[in-house]
């Protein structure tokens, strides 16, 4: 599982950037197909991170790729 | 078929007519990359020299590189180009956020926009599909009322917004356009060529792909270059603190080393005291978080909260220049109400640089009795009177009264004043200029020479060791070398703003320019070597050189310092006595122009150099028009 910690958080969305990476057989960036979303409240700079059910932990690949291009550590993979 | 690494299209409205077309990216991309490259070529192409900046038929470009909506590093930023209500010359400004890579997504690369619309609209992009939408109802809002009612009318709180506040609407020159409220292109008038559109905002919301043309070489690439930045020592300490929070601690050299004019620019030194109350350390206790745009690694932008008070204010933005603007520039020590200005900027859709320039000219006019209470609204425009700041950012942004005296800039306002208020309005070429040039000389040679007038965008060079940037030494060569690398940036859309950590400058990172051809070569599949880039880098900022010669009648003339600073040393502290030695400052120039072929008399183009760069159609509409040597 990954873990989220949006206190962390800067909103750069590189995970989304990494995770779609992942699912189109890294061919193309492509936020629409992220399994972990980021939002921002623009009124208050609260961010809410996601994972949904399309995650499959990087199946295939070293390591999470939204945990390894998170440059805040703001992603964790739990063990 | 859709190129690697773009959206492939390039989208032209024509305000005026109503009419959108499309063109392939291509088109200009092969030769220009992106972004500022071909904003810049189509620019040179398509507009007259005889329209004014605020008439219908001026464009306004906004382009992304390729390497934007990627996993690139720093891979955020829009280049906004048109012709500049300040000078008559190339206006040119980026700003990074989120809107860049949400353009991308959202099917465009350009966007190429003339004409006026009969009422106010906003541009629309979703997935490959562009509309203009009524904005009636948006005229007059701030630009974070305007992104608020956007989200909301689209019930989607993911769509993102570059666009005007009210200073834009109304034409101010120092008019910005913001990105997510708070991520400004300043300068050069972009906001108010906006506003003379009647063009509110655009706004985007894409799920469109950017496919990658070698992908295993360019996600190595990636990795080479997120491990030089964590090489860098600053890297970790920005990502904590933001480049305010460590550039601009106390005791910071950039305090002293001039970047931060004192009371418009009669000093370069600050009182220690005063610097204490301001400093990156205290501001920190004001900041909630810090943000970072699009496919930041390092993350640079606070957000603010004054929690009471007469300044009580939230929102993201506070930048090093802000310790220019509302703090040294009018001699104002009080921090919440440095951050209230800031902010207040934001909403109104102001560039506090520019602002700024105008407010402490005339604040110095009220000090040598040039201007009175009488002309002023009543304001009493003492240094260090911050309240009076505030009240003029929102008079200047509404035109309202003495605001309205002060809208067309500060070479204008002292044109209409006169009585010797010329001597000490700080511009270069027409364009306001916020920075201080006395100290650094490669800042200051930079900032001078830049086709984007008065800017500190295009081939100012700073380094924080005195040996260094008290030097004329080599300072042609950098400037020279710094302007072919940030075309690079600005045609990839690669931030400048931690310039430590991919600049050419720098130690850690003198193969930056390595990192972004590998980046774009394997991203795209063109082959883009560092020579190769850096000879279209070269080929960009000419023709911006050829768009000024052209459009804004410059000459060698015009690359001289502004008056004050030609005169007058630096008053007080460790750099007291320094000045712009007149006779360096020629032999720099000759150097400068040496370097990139340039007739010194003149300061223009040579036909050999332009056919050199394999611009000959540009040498023969220089030679038409009778602005060859
Ligand atoms: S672990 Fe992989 S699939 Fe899951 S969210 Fe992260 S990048 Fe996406
Ligand atoms: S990569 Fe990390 S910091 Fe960036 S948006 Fe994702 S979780 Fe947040
Ligand atoms: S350094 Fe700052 S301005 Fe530049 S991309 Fe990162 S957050 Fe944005």
């Known amino acids: 599982m990954i873990l989220l910690d949006p206190q962390k958080c800067q909103g750069c969305r590189m995970c989304e950037s990494a995770c779609s990476f992942h699912h189109t057989g890294h061919r193309m960036f492509n936020p629409s197909r992220s399994s972990t979303r980021v939002s921002r409240d623009n009124d208050t700079a609260v961010i809410t991170l996601s994972i949904d059910s399309t995650c499959d932990l990087c199946e295939g690949e070293e390591t999470p790729l939204c945990v390894k291009y998170c440059a805040y550590g703001a992603r964790k993979v739990s063990r | 078929m859709k190129p690697?690494?773009?959206?492939?299209?390039?989208?032209?409205?024509?305000?005026?007519?109503?009419?959108?077309?499309?063109?392939?990216?291509?088109?200009?991309?092969?030769?220009?990359?992106?972004?500022?490259?071909?904003?810049?070529?189509?620019?040179?192409?398509?507009?007259?020299?005889?329209?004014?900046?605020?008439?219908?038929?001026?464009?306004?470009?906004?382009?992304?590189?390729?390497?934007?909506?990627?996993?690139?590093?720093?891979?955020?930023?829009?280049?906004?180009?048109?012709?500049?209500?300040?000078?008559?010359?190339?206006?040119?400004?980026?700003?990074?956020?989120?809107?860049?890579?949400?353009?991308?997504?959202?099917?465009?690369?350009?966007?190429?926009?003339?004409?006026?619309?009969?009422?106010?609209?906003?541009?629309?992009?979703?997935?490959?599909?562009?509309?203009?939408?009524?904005?009636?109802?948006?005229?007059?809002?701030?630009?974070?009322?305007?992104?608020?009612?956007?989200?909301?009318?689209?019930?989607?709180?993911?769509?993102?917004?570059?666009?005007?506040?009210?200073?834009?609407?109304?034409?101010?020159?120092?008019?910005?356009?913001?990105?997510?409220?708070?991520?400004?292109a300043g300068g050069s008038g972009v906001g108010a060529v906006m506003g003379s559109k009647n063009l509110k905002a655009v706004a985007a919301r894409g799920s469109l792909p950017v496919t990658v043309a070698e992908p295993e070489r360019f996600i190595e690439a990636v990795d080479a270059a997120r491990k030089k930045i964590e090489q860098f020592p600053k890297a970790k300490l920005y990502r904590k603190d933001g480049y305010y929070g460590v550039e601009s601690v106390y005791g910071s050299p950039a305090w002293e080393a001039g970047f931060r004019p004192v009371r418009n620019g009669q000093d370069d030194y600050w009182d220690p005291e005063k610097i204490k109350r301001v400093a990156g350390d205290t501001i920190k206790p004001y900041r909630k978080k810090i943000l970072a745009c699009f496919g930041c690694p390092v993350g640079c932008m606070p957000w603010m909260v004054v929690p009471d008070g007469p300044y009580k204010v939230e929102g993201e933005g506070w930048w090093n220049n802000s310790s220019n603007s509302f703090c040294t520039r009018v001699d104002c020590d009080n921090p919440e109400a440095a951050i209230k200005a800031h902010l207040l900027t934001n909403q109104l859709g102001l560039d506090g640089d520019n602002a700024s320039v105008v407010i402490g000219w005339a604040f110095e006019c009220y000090e040598k009795g040039l201007l009175t209470k009488k002309d002023t609204d009543g304001l009493e425009l003492t240094w260090g009177n911050h309240d009076a700041v505030i009240t003029l950012l929102e008079k200047l942004a509404y035109r309202e009264g003495f605001g309205g005296f002060l809208a067309d800039g500060v070479k204008t306002a002292a044109e209409r004043l006169g009585g010797g208020s010329e001597e000490f309005a700080v511009h270069i070429k027409g364009q306001d200029s916020v920075d201080g040039i006395r100290v650094s000389k490669g800042w200051g040679f930079g900032v001078v020479t830049s086709p984007a007038a008065g800017r500190h965008l295009r081939g100012a060079i700073h380094s924080f060791s005195p040996e260094r940037f008290l030097s004329y030494d080599g300072v042609p060569w950098r400037v020279y070398m710094q302007e072919q690398y940030k075309a690079i940036l600005d045609m990839t859309g690669t931030c400048l703003y931690n310039n430590g950590l991919l600049s050419w400058e720098t130690e850690a990172s003198g193969h930056a320019a390595h990192h972004l051809a590998e980046l774009t070569s394997s991203l795209t599949g063109m082959h883009l070597d560092v020579e190769r880039f850096m000879r279209i880098g070269l080929q960009v900022h000419n023709l911006e050189k050829a768009f000024n010669t052209l459009h804004g009648g410059f000459t060698r003339r015009d690359d001289y310092p502004p008056k004050r600073y030609w005169e007058e040393p630096v008053k007080s502290g460790p750099y007291a006595g320094e000045h712009i030695d007149h006779e360096e400052w020629e032999r720099m120039l000759d150097e400068y122009y040496g370097l990139h072929g340039w007739d010194p008399g003149t300061g223009w183009q040579t036909k050999e150099t332009l056919v050199s760069l394999g611009l000959t159609d540009v040498a023969d509409g220089l030679e038409a028009a009778g602005r060859l040597p």
Request: include cysteine.
């Open chain 2, 4 to 184: 690697h690494g773009y959206a492939g299209r390039i989208l032209r409205v024509d305000l005026t007519e109503e009419r959108i077309t499309e063109e392939p990216t291509m088109r200009y991309a092969e030769r220009y990359v992106g972004g500022r490259g071909v904003n810049a070529r189509v620019l040179f192409d398509e507009l007259s020299p005889s329209t004014m900046p605020l008439d219908p038929e001026n464009m306004l470009l906004f382009g992304v590189g390729p390497l934007v909506g990627t996993l690139s590093p720093f891979c955020s930023r829009v280049s906004i180009d048109t012709k500049s209500p300040f000078t008559g010359g190339v206006g040119s400004a980026n700003c990074g956020g989120h809107f860049g890579a949400e353009m991308k997504y959202a099917g465009y690369d350009s966007l190429v926009i003339t004409g006026r619309a009969e009422n106010p609209v906003y541009l629309w992009l979703s997935d490959g599909e562009a509309e203009l939408v009524d904005a009636g109802g948006l005229w007059g809002k701030t630009t974070w009322d305007t992104e608020r009612a956007i989200r909301s009318s689209r019930n989607d709180n993911e769509v993102r917004v570059i666009g005007i506040g009210p200073a834009g609407e109304n034409q101010v020159k120092s008019a910005c356009i913001l990105s997510d409220r708070a991520k400004a």
